[in-house]
């Protein structure tokens, strides 16, 4: 009709923000644009993906890209910004270049597990990249380990060498294809290659060697798990004869007779990260024992497809993936290959030189390891996931904060050290670098820092640093030309827990912990503080305990039994109740005169004093062993009626103490950890109620225990309030430089 308006159709800007490049995004967008007619473009940019969209079902079109996102996006924001509605355009809808017009705001996602479909293709006999140990898309494969810097595009990884085939180039160009801008894509015309076969693999593994295989973020040492020998000769090479080994299955079916899954267990070992999930072991099991007096054994499920090669190779080659779900006998012992105390090994020349005599024969690629990540390690505790070591996996992927601010970054302390960064509403947490014992784990710290710097493209305004003026941690922070700041290791502890739950405002915070340098330059430990932002106040504290020998008595948990028989006056039994201790008499009389004997309030020492009189563990072989070997025992927590008292802010358990000497070990354990747990609860809520706080964090090493986690979760819940729980970040010092950028992003923004 005359005069009638043209139609016209809504038409839209969309911003989207998050993990969105080089996880399948644009792909994804281009496929829902045609499924719902839509006109337009898409593209990466610094700050992600930005998206130009027209059509009659734009609503339809946009609730989509949040509801339906390829396996490794992230959408942490989608937001529209309405543009004038304009006559319908021309069918089509583009992917263009990237675009770049400042720093960078967006992220390289972690390295993530072989995906469904890649595994149909490995095993199908008709397909090009059958049995190539090599194969990915953007829905799996290596990520972090492979990328140098930013912009996340294959010359800036070290898939730069390996150039494409035409098949490949054809892939990675179509927008239907799932290999489009798959930094990784590779077959065997074009891409790495393996330096031994999959049959030899396995042949040597069955012979009883040991094996050192090239990963993703570095080297395993691998042996059959079920040969003794073999595992002996490996707990020999690398010093640990009860130190956990991890084991690696084909599936959770193969598990069944090594542990008990729990449906939430299940869903994160078959999680793209594939971590190392600890589980509630069987009583008696079948195979050399991988985590000696422990009540649960670490598993994971293969990520890379040249794991999957070998359970495929022992699993006589069959065809198709129904095998893949099938229980198997092969179960291998998986383990970092590197010298104690130092970091992953990288490439072969260094695997030959460095792991002389811990492996029989290395198993090499072409394919160079730009950055270490050790496997992550997990457990469920409360019914949702925990992280207990960040890595392969995991890392880099960010933790929301509640609000942005100032770039800065964060050394951690001196044990299980990572490092965090921060950019806008952003922390990146490193994967787990180590203790920072040798020249060369303090080189990968300072590494790790070098490049999660440039993968963010953050210039720091600040770098947080552990209080204790003498840690390499420290000592980097202030060789760096950028201002240092000491944020005191239990403060950290509690705001690492408030920045991934994004708590604005004051808190009160449990400190529960091994060791950390405080305030006073005392021994610190278990600590009530308040926290708000940069500042913090210690409201309490566990009655002190003496450390006969000092850093001697955190290794040696007899001594800390030694220390409570003497603070319940029974000093004069504890030569003969350690007479199997030659430096018994001597401690009892250092303990008798006071004489190098610091007080730590430490209730990481609490567990060693209580598995010392115990008699569960005299002498630790790693970190926690004794707190570990406690909580095995326990099936029902239970309360020792009067087995604490509170005087003036001080919480003293000398009672429980004195009550465990002599009893059997699981009774003493239960009683151990439920009154533990109702002397925490007891002891705090009073401060709770007088402040009107309905929440409380909770975070320190020793909350890596399970039962005591959990156990303070329901006491504290039973009364009304919320207990925050570490969850994306470690517990322990993994996760302390979180919390010291939380304090630090606190300190710029003034609020000291």
């Given amino acids: 009709m005359d005069g009638a308006l043209a139609p016209v159709v809504p038409r839209a800007r969309l911003r989207v923000r998050g993990l969105v490049q080089g996880v399948g995004f644009r792909p994804f967008v281009h496929r829902l644009a045609g499924e719902f007619g839509i006109s337009g473009w898409v593209r990466n940019d610094e700050a992600g993906v930005l998206i130009e969209a027209a059509g009659e079902r734009l609503a339809l079109f946009r609730a989509a890209l949040a509801e339906r996102p390829p396996p490794l996006v992230r959408l942490d924001a989608l937001e529209e910004e309405a543009l004038a509605p304009a006559p319908p355009a021309a069918p089509g809808f583009a ?18 597990a072989v995906c469904g479909d890649c595994l149909a293709e490995l095993f199908d006999p008709a397909d090009r990249r059958h049995r190539y140990p090599f194969l990915n898309c953007t829905h799996c494969g290596p990520r972090f380990t492979i990328a140098a810097r930013l ?22 160009a179509d927008p239907a294809d799932r290999r ?21 693999i396995l042949a040597r593994l069955l012979a009883g060697q040991v094996l050192a295989i090239k990963g993703i973020g570095g080297f395993h040492l691998a042996c059959d798990a079920r040969n003794a020998a073999a595992v002996a000769r490996l707990r020999a090479a690398k010093r640990r004869e009860a130190k956990p080994f991890a084991l690696m299955a084909a599936n959770a079916a193969s598990l069944d007779a090594v542990a008990a899954i729990a449906p939430a267990e299940r869903a994160l070992l ?38 999957w090669l070998i359970f495929h190779e022992a699993a006589g080659r069959p065809a198709g993936i129904a095998w893949c779900a099938a229980p198997q006998d092969l179960l291998l012992v998986m383990t970092s290959a590197n010298p104690p105390g130092e970091p992953l090994v990288l490439d072969g020349a260094e695997a030959a030189r460095r792991l002389h005599g811990l492996a029989d024969a290395v198993v090499d690629h072409d394919r160079p390891i730009l950055v270490r990540a050790d496997d992550p390690v997990a457990r469920v505790v409360a019914g949702a ?18 609000r942005g601010g100032p770039p800065v970054a964060a050394l951690g302390a001196h044990l299980k050290a990572a490092v965090c960064v921060t950019r806008g509403e952003a922390a990146f947490l490193s994967q787990h670098v180590g203790d920072l014992d040798s020249g060369a784990t303090r080189d990968f710290h300072a590494e790790a820092l070098r490049h999660l710097l440039a993968l963010t493209e953050a210039a720091p305004a600040l770098l947080a640093h552990d209080l204790h003026p003498d840690l390499a941690s420290t000592a980097l922070a202030q060789a760096l030309p950028v201002p240092a700041l000491g944020v005191q290791h239990h403060h950290a502890h509690v705001a690492a827990v408030l920045a991934e739950h994004g708590v604005e405002g004051p808190c009160l915070g449990l400190a529960l912990d091994g060791h950390g340098h405080g305030s006073d330059g005392a021994a610190w430990g278990g600590e009530l503080l308040a926290v708000e932002g940069a500042r913090f106040e210690r409201l309490g504290h566990l009655a002190p305990l003496a450390l006969p020998g000092g850093d001697a008595a955190a ?39 006071g004489l190098r004997c610091p007080p730590s309030t430490s209730c990481g020492r609490l567990f060693d004093a209580a598995a010392g009189l115990l008699g569960v563990s005299a002498v630790q072989c790693y970190e926690g062993e004794a707190a570990m070997r406690l909580e095995a025992l326990v099936r029902r927590p ?22 465990l000497d002599g009893r059997d070990p699981q009774e003493g354990a239960e009683l151990f950890h439920g009154t533990l747990v109702a002397a925490l609860v007891d002891w705090t809520l009073p401060l709770l ?48 430089a979180l919390g010291q950028a939380w304090v630090a992003q606190h300190h710029l923004q003034g609020e000291v």
Avoid: K
Wanted: glycine share 12%.
């Fill in 555 to 593: 290794r040696q948990p007899w001594r800390l039994a030694a220390a409570a028989l003497h603070a319940l006056g029974r000093g004069e039994a504890i030569a003969a109740r350690f007479a199997g201790e030659p430096q018994a008499a001597g401690v009892a009389a250092l303990l008798a005169r």
């Fill in 270 to 307: 078959e999680s793209p990260a594939r971590p190392i999930v600890l589980l509630r072991r069987r009583g008696a099991i079948d195979l050399p024992d991988p985590a000696p007096g422990l009540g649960w054994v670490g598993a994971m499920l293969p990520y890379a497809p040249l794991h």
């Fill in 385 to 402: 996931p925990r992280w207990l070591r960040r890595g392969r996996g995991c890392t880099p992927a960010p933790i929301r904060l509640a």
């Fill in 689 to 736: 109620a007088g402040r009107g706080e309905r929440r409380i964090a909770l975070g320190g090493g020793c909350l890596a225990n399970a039962v005591l986690a959990e156990g303070l979760a329901e006491g504290f819940a039973r009364h009304g309030i919320a207990a925050l729980l570490p969850r994306l970040a470690p517990p322990g010092d993994g996760g302390l």
């Fill in 638 to 659: 239970r309360v020792l009626p009067g087995g604490w008292a509170v005087r003036a802010g001080v919480l003293d358990l000398l009672p429980l103490l004195a009550a």
């Fill in 95 to 112: 992917i263009l270049e990237s675009a770049r017009a400042g720093a960078a705001t967006t992220a390289i996602g972690p390295d993530a």
């Fill in 151 to 172: 912009p996340y595009d294959r010359p800036q990884t070290s898939m730069a060498g390996f150039p494409l085939c035409a098949d490949c180039a054809r892939d990675y």
């Fill in 180 to 200: 489009f801008h798959a930094q990784p894509i590779a077959c065997p015309a074009c891409g790495p290659r393996l330096s031994v076969p999959v049959e030899e």
